[in-house]
């Protein structure tokens, strides 16, 4: 069965407070990790889920504002000091890598492993990773630095073979991976083509997660997120104070909504939430009116593909 799960490990916007933290989500795909965002303190969030850093082999930075990177730098180093001789893949705007290595050149100090850094394209969506199972891609923001947002879309699976209809039909070890594929099959030596549908059972399904990061409300990215299962949207403030979310090039959770409504998303999430606000209730309830499915991304909450 697929794994697919979003873990939030902060969720306050510019400064952290003592129930929410800045920026940053872990995701497990079959118990692949992938960390977006890394505010300050991610990586005590991280042991205090008990997630082995070693285990990273991929962290995604969308902006360069210090809710969202800060705690990069000691994770990177903490990683090296416990051993780490595995590449990591940072992925992020050109300008970290100079962070990276100044602070590294500063402190006279260097890394046990290979970061292997990854460049992130502002003005054009991007694949930025890709194997057998899954693809990532940007989703170009609207934010007052260059952001992106990440689009994580599992590829279609194979066909799961039926064992009962196998042994009735008497088909051999060597045709699996064409019904796996979806292929028809045929003996050799007869005239005769057996659907694939009789042998095999329909695949687990594919998921997807959007994660839009700092950005002002933008209609433009509605094609790319059609049919999300989970969409996570900053939603700062309230519409009341749209004219402010406009200024800071933030969105409210009513904007957020419509997005998720424009998209088709079966999902939506919000973070990403002001210190003014004291009831994270009104920003949940304020969505809800445009986009009923909607949930707040508040600390140390889960959400699972299912």
């Given at each position: 069965?697929?794994?697919?799960s979003i873990l939030i490990l902060g969720s ?88 990276v290595d100044m602070n590294l050149a500063y ?85 005769e083509v057996i659907k694939n549908e009789l ?108």
């Amino acid at each position: 069965m697929t794994k697919f799960s979003i873990l939030i490990l902060g969720s306050a916007s510019a400064a952290p407070t003592l129930a929410r933290n800045p920026s940053a989500q872990l995701i497990n795909i079959n118990e692949q990790y992938y960390l977006i965002d890394c505010g300050e303190g991610t990586q005590n969030r991280l042991r205090q889920h008990k997630i082995k850093f070693q285990r990273l082999n991929h962290i995604f930075i969308s902006h360069l504002h210090g809710d969202h990177y800060l705690g990069l730098l000691g994770l990177l180093q903490t990683m090296s000091i416990l051993g780490r001789t595995l590449p990591l893949n940072l992925y992020g705007p050109k300008q970290l890598k100079e962070l990276v290595d100044m602070n590294l050149a500063y402190s006279h100090s260097t890394l046990k492993y290979p970061l292997i850094f990854h460049e992130t394209q502002t003005n054009q969506s991007e694949v930025l990773f890709e194997n057998e199972h899954l693809t990532i891609s940007t989703i170009i923001l609207d934010h007052r630095v260059p952001c992106t947002g990440f689009l994580f879309k599992e590829k279609p699976k194979p066909r799961k073979i039926n064992p009962k209809a196998i042994k009735r039909y008497e088909i051999p070890k060597y045709a699996m991976d064409n019904l796996k594929r979806g292929l028809d099959f045929s003996f050799p030596d007869k005239n005769e083509v057996i659907k694939n549908e009789l042998l095999t059972l329909n695949p687990d399904e594919s998921y997807s997660y959007a994660y839009c990061s700092d950005t002002k409300f933008n209609e433009r990215i509605v094609p790319q997120l059609k049919d999300i299962d989970i969409l996570y949207h900053e939603a700062t403030f309230l519409h009341r104070d749209e004219k402010r979310a406009e200024a800071t090039y933030h969105s409210t959770a009513k904007q957020a909504a419509t997005i998720a409504k424009q998209a088709n998303a079966k999902l939506l999430i919000i973070g990403h939430f002001s210190n003014r606000y004291k009831d994270l209730n009104v920003l949940l309830d304020e969505a809800k009116t445009i986009f009923a499915n909607t949930q707040l991304a508040q600390d140390d909450a889960v959400f699972e593909m299912v």
